[in-house]
Each structure stands twice: as C-alpha cells, then as structure tokens.
T-cell receptor
Framework: GNSVTQMEGPVTLSEEAFLTINCTYT??????LFWYVQYPGEGLQLLLK?????DKGSNKGFEATYRKETTSFHLEKGSVQVSDSAVYFC???????????FGKGTTLSVSS | NAGVTQTPKFQVLKTGQSMTLQCAQD?????MYWYRQDPGMGLRLIYY???????DKGEVPNGYNVSRLNKREFSLRLESAAPSQTSVYFC?????????????FGSGTRLTVV
C-alpha cells in the first residue's frame, strides 16, 4: 500500500545551519507530495507541494524536489531560524478523492 | 477568518461517556476529514467524507462514528470513550480531489479520557 517514511527526530540545529529532513514514499501511479508544518499548540499548515516528477515546491525559504527515480521529497532550507522550530510532516496523495497519507513527523528544534 | 473551526478545544471525559466533536468549514470545500495525532504515530485517518452525503472509514475507525450534516459540517462521535482514545483530534477540509490541493486544518481538540 501507499506509505510515507520520514527521518526520525528530533533534529537539533543552531540558528543559520543547513536543514535537510528526508522523506521517501511508496505509491502506485504518480502521487502529489506535500510538506506540512505544525507549530506548538496549532494545527497543520501546508508548507509546500509538488504535483509531478521534477517539480520543486518552495515557500518561506524551504524547498523540496519531487524525485521519482529515488521516490523522495526531501525538505531543505539553507539557513534555519529559531522561528522554524516545529514538527514537519511529509504527505502524499495518490489519487483524487482519497485522503492524504502522512509520515510520522520530524521535530525540528533550532537554538540561537 | 475563513478556515476550519473545531469545538471544543479541550475536553476531559470519563471512561464510558459519550461526546461529539464538531467541525465546520466556510471555504465551500467538498471533502472533509478527521485525523487523530498521537506521539510517535503521526496523523492517522479516522473517517473522511469525499462529498456531502458520503462517509468512508479510514485507518482507525473503531470506536468512532461520523455525520456529514451538510456541506459545511462534519462531526465525530465517541459513543463510549476509552482511555485509548486520549489524543489530539484534527478536522481538515479540501477541494474535491487532493491531487493538486492541500488540506486546511482546524486547530485541534485535545481529548483526555480518564
């Protein structure tokens, strides 16, 4: 079945460090891929998305490229800030009308 | 502000009690979802409604029922609460078909069953 695997956290970084959170997926067909972010005490917010192979999603300095050959959608940011501390979820949608499948989430903690 | 509204935000129940979690969206979305979030488990789908008048089971439906009251509202009912249902519950909505659209989430209901 369809699934998403994320690197386990927590990920602890100093401010201005480079961030990578790995995400790989298993799916039939051509899924759409998403990254969501959850700040403490809040619901999830869509961070970025990519709907076809080789697409790059980007938002707020974060980027992720849809790599079909490696079934990956790794999240990157060149210089993290304390305000980026949150839980990040990778998700996929395999076909219209069905629900998103989420990874287990990766906690990011950035210190100044 | 437009979005997904969940009530209540916090609730404590005794084992065996029942309650309904309410969810409403004002974005004219067709699809609505209920997830639960537990430490180390990510988000797991309980039930979803692809369109008004339809509901389907997700990954963890046991112990829950849902009602798609109209296009705006999708409620989740616990008939006889159990400690294993202690969790944070999120409602979400989306345009029909999730392929090119994301979800809009509510801020969650933190439920404790004692």
């Amino acid at each position: 079945g369809n699934s998403v695997t994320q690197m386990e956290g927590p990920v602890t970084l100093s401010e201005e460090a480079f961030l990578t959170i790995n995400c790989t997926y298993t799916a039939t067909g051509y899924p759409s891929l998403f990254w969501y972010v959850q700040y403490p005490g809040e619901g999830l917010q869509l961070l970025l998305k990519a709907t076809k192979a080789d697409d790059k999603g980007s938002n707020k300095g974060f980027e992720a490229t849809y790599r079909k050959e490696t079934t990956s959608f790794h999240l990157e940011k060149g210089s993290v800030q304390v305000s980026d501390s949150a839980v990040y979820f990778c998700a996929l949608s395999s076909q219209a009308g069905t629900a998103l499948i989420f990874g287990k989430g990766t906690t990011l903690s950035v210190s100044s | 502000n437009a979005g997904v509204t969940q009530t209540p935000k916090f609730q404590v129940l005794k084992t065996g009690q029942s309650m309904t979690l309410q969810c409403a969206q004002d974005m004219n979305h067709n699809s609505m979802y209920w997830y639960r979030q537990d430490p180390g488990m990510g988000l797991r789908l309980i039930y979803y409604s692809a369109s008004e008048g339809t509901t389907d089971k997700g990954e963890v439906p046991n112990g829950y029922n849902v009602s798609r009251l109209n296009k705006r509202e999708f409620s989740l009912r616990l008939e006889s609460a159990a400690p294993s249902q202690t969790s944070v519950y999120f409602c979400a909505s989306s345009e029909t078909g999730t392929g090119n659209y994301g979800y809009t989430f509510g801020s969650g209901t933190r439920l404790t069953v004692v």
